[in-house]
């Protein structure tokens, strides 16, 4: 009496969810269905394998093989596509890709772990357009190295992650590159003051940068902007952003939630029996303000799969939602975001005041001491701390994850203040960029409560 | 009808005290008696000065200068020492000691920030004796500097955080170095796994070391231990421990606290009416245990000066307590920890619960990652997480500071493994040990509370 669990897509969640089970349940018929050559692969390691393919081969990117799966009694089964959900019968129409061959399975629970895709370009182009290539997944980074010989001129479209991080690794091969972005400026979600020092990064390391230029056109070895200019290249890299793989999905019933992703409950369940969802294709419940987000990220993902994974075979796991925590590098800089900007918290019906400082990473008289800038958010009615972007070449990550587990916390700007953090001169100023932000943050509340007025970007020296 | 604010001490606490009453109330007359020529520099930064003179001169390490508390209208007296406190008549007995002239000054509110200073050592020593030093005060550290000349061989006594950090400075400096601690191992306060890991990164280095072994007598160029060895050196280096300097307070009527520092309520008072005291003299709470714990660490003490400050120039804060947290770098190691261990935990009323892990720091693939080990506490009853070592040669920092974040918002360990921290390959593993330490720490939970054993110190790979 085993159950019979039937996992679509073997990549991150659904990876996860099937090595997760297969713990939790040595019993248990596990399937899983990978439309892909590769299973359980690092997404975001794609950009640092094309950098520098020999001290990163793409064998090391690969977490479990086929084979290790099969190993442990799962029945991996690659390069075969779920064509077709039949909920009622509980039944997947599989498409085996090296036959053709279309057959049927049965499932008592299934996990729709479809992911997301990278957004196709729609540019006309002719026939004498440079070629254009997406890295999304393992396979496409295996197109990109064999495309890449003889290329000298690359133009990325989309000044996202993605974006930013293949334009160092373009540079780091040795190549040409020009970054355009439709927005006025690259990362359009964070604050402008982070976005202008990407900008600067970028520049620095010699980027051909393009900002609120749309592509009109790919015509004869050139990219040709909406604002008449036209950008020689041998190639383009379009990493203009990714949607949730959700057409399987929606044709076996499943409702999608206002983000455009799958519905999920806390349990990775749909609003279809038996049947979960999880990763980039599902939507997540942001903490702080209970709506619902998407954010197709490969550690979100993969917590989700381990959920799924717990509830199909047969145990009590919820998955509590997200920060909208994330993080990437652009050379030596790395900016990263927790929680709410000012925006999105007053969306939300909080009160908040923001506030900007910059602190040395480390001791001033430490050589790797970097200036690091933060732009906080702060509710002024509970004190509690909101959001965070941080900017910087160093300490940026330790300072969003202090932030991360300070708002989990709940904790207020005061006790930002008040944390105990670990002191030496090698690791930290004696007072920590963590709790220098409380001790301004705690002086905008009190100030903006007297005025009350709305305090946006002070800066602070 | 401005208060008159005296200050005893002028490095941390007293520094800071000063500068802070005097932001808070531009009336304040404020008088700062500091023993030494030096004010408000970094003790901790004394062995980075030490190992890079020429990187990092000692002018480096002053935050800031008598002058600039003078132009800030803070009287700032050095070289003058507080030989008694009258508190009765609300008067100090002030020596300068330029002149020797001897003479007093009346306060309103007074500040002891009287620090610490180092154990003496109580050894036989001939006059053929190699030459003992010490390192506390910016003066010792020039008085290193000369004596360093003509020097080849150190033996450092003390295997706590300044015998190790001048470890790696004398080894910088091209020494021979030995170092001798009387516990079996060295930083005995620590997991032994984390001391053996100190031990073998000092041995990698080339230094000797004497654990187990007591110095019993100094003559004609050696050292001579317990267990007969004779260690030939041209100076040792005393590094066995500090103590608070209260001589001051407690011929004044301030009471003590069961640590041998100075009590003190949040609000930096003592018992005796208008008498603060801060800093390294003092004893904090422990948050987690309400006890009382001698932490005489330059964070803390710029903290709780910052207290007095406000507080002494008519404003409200007050100090929280501290989790114990600290840190530091040996060679490519960094050590750190947070919260109870195991003994303090029971000690405190808990049921503790002992895990050991180990993860890589970064994505495996990423040439930065390196392993860390943590070792963790946690409550079996409530789940809450109670404290965390960590030692290795990357995001120790990062780590202990989210824990120590989480640990202030009395997070649980399924609390640990739901935090949504930043995710990419240059940044951290997709699971990040911090989250890692909660999936551990939960199942061990879940394990001890059905055999009702307790767990200790199991490792997973």
New interface residues.
């Given amino acids: 009496m085993s159950d019979r669990l039937v996992i679509v897509g073997g990549v ?1 969640a659904g990876a996860k969810a099937a090595a997760t089970a297969r713990r939790r349940n040595p019993a248990a018929n596990i399937l899983v269905l990978q439309q892909e050559t590769d299973v359980s692969y ?1 997404s ?2 794609l950009p ?2 094309l950098a520098a393919p020999e ?2 081969p793409r064998s ?2 690969v977490a479990r093989t086929s084979e290790t799966f099969r190993a442990d009694g799962i029945d991996m089964r690659t390069r075969h596509r779920v064509e077709e959900i039949d909920a009622k019968q509980a039944i997947v129409t599989i498409r085996d890709l090296n036959s053709a061959r279309r057959y049927t399975e049965s499932y008592d629970k299934l996990l729709i772990a479809t992911g997301a895709e990278a957004s196709r370009l729609k540019t006309a182009a002719s026939l004498t357009a440079p070629p254009i290539v997406q890295l999304r997944t393992l396979a496409d980074a295996d197109h990109l190295v064999t495309c890449l010989t003889g290329v000298r001129k690359l133009v990325i479209l989309g000044g996202g ?1 993605i974006g930013l991080e293949m334009a160092e690794a373009a540079c780091k091969l040795g190549l040409d590159v020009a970054l355009v972005e439709m927005a006025p400026r690259v990362i359009p979600s964070f604050d402008e003051a982070v976005a202008r020092m990407v900008e600067a990064m970028l520049r620095k390391h010699g980027v051909e940068l393009f900002t609120g230029a749309r592509v009109v056109e790919l015509d004869r070895g050139h990219v040709v902007l909406d604002n008449g200019v036209r950008i020689q290249t041998d190639m383009v890299l379009a990493a203009t952003g990714v949607r949730p793989c959700t057409a399987l999905a929606t044709a076996a019933g499943v409702d999608l939630g206002s983000t455009g992703a799958i519905a999920v409950s806390p349990q990775m369940t749909t609003n279809v029996e038996h049947v979960y969802a999880a990763g980039d294709c599902v939507e997540s419940r942001h ?1 702080l303000t209970d709506r619902p987000v998407w954010m197709p ?4 993902a ?2 989700q799969g381990r959920v799924a994974g717990i509830n199909m075979a047969g145990g009590h796991a919820s998955f ?10 652009v050379f030596e800089l ?1 900016v ?1 975001r ?1 929680g709410l900007g000012l925006a999105e918290a007053s969306a939300a019906s909080f009160f908040p005041v923001r506030e900007t400082i910059r602190m040395p990473s480390r ?5 790797e001491s970097k200036t690091l800038q933060l732009h906080l958010t702060v509710d002024q009615h509970s004190g509690r701390v909101l959001g965070c972007e941080a900017v910087g070449e160093d ?1 940026v ?2 300072t ?3 932030m ?3 708002i ?4 207020t700007a005061a ?1 930002l ?12 100023p ?3 960029p ?2 220098a932000a409380g001790e301004v943050l705690n002086k905008a509340i009190s100030t903006t409560r007297l005025s009350a007025e709305p305090s946006v970007s002070r800066d602070t020296p």
Avoid: M
């Avoid at 509590?320 to 590098?329: E, N, Q, R, S």
């Avoid at 989990?408 to 904790?411: A, D, E, M, Q």
């Fill in positions: 991150a690092s975001c390691g640092y394998h001290e990163i090391r990117l992650y903490v990220l490969g550690d979100v993969n917590r509590p939602g997200v920060l909208g925590t994330a993080i990437f590098k790395a990263a927790t001791a001033r008289y430490i050589r300490a990550d330790k969003i994850d202090i991360a587990a300070a989990w916390g709940k904790l006790d203040f008040d944390l105990d953090l670990a002191y030496a001169p090698p690791f930290s004696v007072l920590a963590v709790q």
